[in-house]
């Protein structure tokens, strides 16, 4: 089956039937995840994003906040463009620190944070785009906890990324927080499902 790239309302299950297999789903989910995310240095995971796991985000949000179907274009319009394209890997990547006074400290350094994000393969850079829909570094330079960014590839990128065994390393190259993580096979394998 090829790849999908738009979450439509015909996708959407009624409310009451997602809740009756909601714990299935949630199991299910968990398991793509797994295969889905990768830790880059102390404070950062990243979660690579598809169409299931936008599906099942967007089932979760309506779920939880019970605005019928009014709720489901701005479900919609909020978790779209987050899926793959067929040329791209989305992701998600969440800074998380648990203490708050902490956490207010380091994110006040790392504004920007969002444009360092990489992908290296092979003799292949390919930088992180930001999602442009707002600006998550604020003027005072305070990061968002939350940002989201597309690695789009050319054609030779794509095949060198889907060669089985391919090392790869995910990370981020701002100058207070310059980590790097080894993206495991089977991360690489998920991920590469991808890509039309």
């Not at 738009?6 to 295969?35: G, H, V």
């Not at 019928?68 to 067929?86: F, H, I, K, R, T």
Request: no cysteine.
């Amino acid at each position: 089956m090829a790849n999908k790239h738009l979450i439509d309302t015909s996708d959407i299950l009624p409310i009451d039937e997602y809740a009756r297999t909601r714990a299935e789903w949630r199991r299910t989910m968990t398991a793509i995840k797994r295969r889905r995310r990768i830790e880059v240095g102390p404070h950062v995971t990243f979660y690579f994003e598809s169409w299931r796991t936008m599906w099942h985000q967007i089932h979760e949000m309506l779920f939880i906040e019970r605005g019928g179907a009014g709720q489901v274009p701005d479900e919609l319009a909020a978790y779209n463009p987050l899926v793959p394209q067929g040329r791209d890997l989305s992701a998600t990547f969440m800074i998380e620190i648990d203490d708050p006074d902490r956490r207010k400290r380091i994110l006040g350094r790392l504004g920007g944070v969002e444009e360092t994000a990489f992908l290296r393969f092979g003799a292949h850079d390919v930088k992180g785009d930001p999602e442009q829909d707002q600006d998550r570094t604020t003027a005072e330079g305070k990061a968002s906890s939350v940002q989201f960014v597309h690695f789009h590839f050319t054609p030779e990128q794509i095949a060198a990324f889907r060669t089985p065994g391919t090392p790869v390393i995910l990370g981020l190259s701002h100058p207070q927080y310059g980590h790097m993580a080894a993206m495991p096979e089977d991360v690489r394998a998920e991920l590469a499902t991808d890509f039309d």
